[in-house]
């Protein structure tokens, strides 16, 4: 059973809307990712974020932004979402950088 | 050019035979290496590290080629539960995990 908890798990959504992805840690995880998977692909890297601030990013647009909290829960938005934006969205998680990351089962996101 | 490039398969093989693959990564500077297993419509699990001597874990064994930048996969006595896509990882600067596009494998009966 994971420790990384995402929700919702399935959310469909019309072009042009905004979306807030949820994702819960377990105590202690200081760091926080988040994967875009589109259908066929591996996981490409959104951002990071470490003891609540921005520790790296990917190449997505600024419309991608995102939120830790101290509470070791995160947010991943969307705004004006486009068509290709669909994919499964995964956080994953970790206490510290000597150990691997834990990956949350993710949200299923579908644009219309 | 992709940072993590691997054979998408489908290795299709029968219960008890051995499969392997490889993946190709482009950065020189890569740190770490990992092999996840991705089961369908499901989150990645970490399968391994991949360490530079090679190393087994039970039928899986991994092995590292810096000078050539690949890495592989062996699965030995195949099992019905290893059916899944296999994702190649490649950790450069210690956040940002890089991954491959997977490989399926199905083993059957």
């Known amino acids: 059973e994971t420790g990384v908890t995402q929700s919702p798990t399935h959310l469909i959504k019309t072009r042009g809307q905004q979306v807030t992805l949820r994702c819960s840690s377990q105590?202690?995880?200081?760091?926080v990712s988040w994967y875009q998977q589109a259908l066929g692909q591996g996981p490409q890297f959104i951002f990071q974020?470490?003891?609540?601030?921005?520790?790296g990013r990917g190449n997505f647009p600024p419309r991608f932004s995102g939120l830790q909290f101290p509470n070791y829960s995160s947010e991943l938005n969307v705004n004006a979402l486009e068509l290709d934006d669909s994919a499964l969205y995964l956080c994953?998680?970790?206490?510290?950088?000597?150990?691997?990351?834990?990956f949350g089962s993710g949200t299923r996101l579908t644009v219309v | 050019r992709k940072e993590v490039e691997q054979d998408p398969g489908p290795f299709n093989v029968p219960e008890g035979a051995t499969v392997a693959f490889n993946c190709t990564y482009s950065?020189?500077?890569?740190?770490?290496f990992f092999w996840y297993r991705q089961d369908c419509r499901k989150e990645p699990k970490l399968l391994m590290s991949v360490y530079s001597s090679g190393n087994e874990d039970g039928r899986f064994t991994a092995q590292l080629n810096r000078a050539s930048q690949y890495i592989s996969l062996l699965i030995r006595d195949s099992k019905l539960s290893d059916s899944a896509t296999y994702l190649c990882?490649?950790?450069?600067?210690?956040?940002?995990?890089?991954f491959g596009a997977g490989t399926t494998v199905t083993v059957r009966a």
């Open positions: 994953a998680s970790r206490p510290d950088r000597i150990y691997g990351y834990t």
């Open positions: 974020y470490y003891r609540e601030e921005e520790n």
């Open positions: 950065n020189s500077a890569s740190q770490s």
């Open positions: 990882v490649v950790n450069r600067d210690d956040y940002k995990l890089s």
């Open positions: 105590s202690g995880h200081n760091t």
